[in-house]
């Protein structure tokens, strides 16, 4: 059966539909001797798919995962600079896994990996309005602070979604904040916090839609359950 080439590789788990278009419109992938172009199709039983000169297989048995991410690792499985990447930390799980989604280097926390890309691709798409719960230490704070946290802020040409936000404990100038969001741009939190004139010094991630982070011990990864990877599916 014929099959959009973008599909094709996020099913064989090269990478999301996304990033598979990009791949596709840099001439990488060709379709029994000829150079796809974006948005051609191809039938994995009958022509010869390669990438980068070398045959398109089939992705191995879907592994899914959560790390507790510890603060100074980036959220990438290579670094040119030689900095720690998250990749480290999974490297026994026995599969190539990929980070779904970011946390920035000095954010903690629950980092879901998987080498579905069709999963990741749904759990990134803002239209899904995943749930991501983080738990935010600041300091100068002054009451009443957080209610600027609710109103959305521009990133990327576009104003994001109202984040949710919940005051746990403040003491003086320092405070705890619960904050949901529904789609996670780029360094939305300590931006919204920098607009709020608070000051960022702890960030933890701990769920993420039904899978919470629990007490995973900081550094260290397990398999999702069948009743987690369900509920992300769903």
């Known amino acids: 059966m014929r099959e959009r080439l973008q599909k094709l590789l996020s099913r064989c788990g090269v990478?999301?539909?996304?990033?598979?278009?990009?791949?596709?419109?840099?001439?990488?992938?060709?379709?029994?001797?000829?150079?796809?172009?974006?948005?051609?199709?191809?039938?994995?039983?009958?022509?010869?798919?390669?990438?980068?000169?070398?045959?398109?297989?089939?992705?191995?048995?879907?592994?899914?995962?959560m790390l507790h991410k510890p603060r100074g690792f980036l959220t990438t499985l290579h670094d040119d600079r030689g900095r720690r990447t998250v990749a480290e930390l999974v490297a026994d799980c026995g599969e190539r896994v990929y980070p779904v989604g970011r946390l920035d280097r000095y954010s903690e926390g629950l980092l879901l990996l998987t080498n579905d890309g069709e999963l990741a691709a749904r759990l990134t798409h803002p239209r899904h309005g995943i749930e991501k719960v983080y738990l935010v230490w600041v300091s100068r704070y002054?009451?009443?602070?957080?209610?600027?946290?609710?109103?959305?802020?521009?990133?990327?040409?576009?104003?994001t979604s109202p984040a949710q936000v919940r005051l746990l404990r403040h003491d003086g100038e320092t405070a705890?904040?619960?904050?949901?969001?529904?789609?996670?741009?780029?360094?939305?939190?300590?931006?919204?916090?920098?607009?709020?004139?608070?000051?960022?010094?702890?960030?933890?991630?701990?769920?993420?839609?039904?899978?919470?982070?629990?007490?995973?011990?900081?550094?260290?990864?397990?398999?999702?359950?069948?009743?987690?990877?369900?509920?992300?599916?769903?």
């Not at 990033?19 to 039938?43: F, K, M, P, W």
């Not at 009443?144 to 104003?159: F, M, Y």
């Open 176 to 234: 705890l904040l619960e904050i949901t969001l529904r789609e996670g741009r780029n360094r939305q939190i300590r931006r919204l916090c920098e607009r709020a004139g608070l000051t960022v010094t702890r960030l933890r991630r701990i769920r993420e839609g039904a899978v919470s982070l629990g007490d995973l011990p900081c550094g260290k990864w397990r398999y999702l359950t069948a009743e987690e990877i369900a509920s992300l599916k769903n």
């Open 15 to 65: 990478a999301s539909r996304r990033a598979a278009e990009t791949i596709n419109a840099a001439g990488r992938v060709r379709v029994t001797g000829e150079t796809a172009q974006l948005g051609d199709s191809a039938d994995p039983d009958t022509d010869r798919v390669e990438l980068d000169g070398a045959p398109l297989t089939e992705a191995p048995a879907p592994v899914y995962l």
């Open 142 to 159: 002054i009451p009443g602070a957080e209610t600027a946290l609710t109103k959305p802020i521009g990133i990327g040409g576009r104003a």
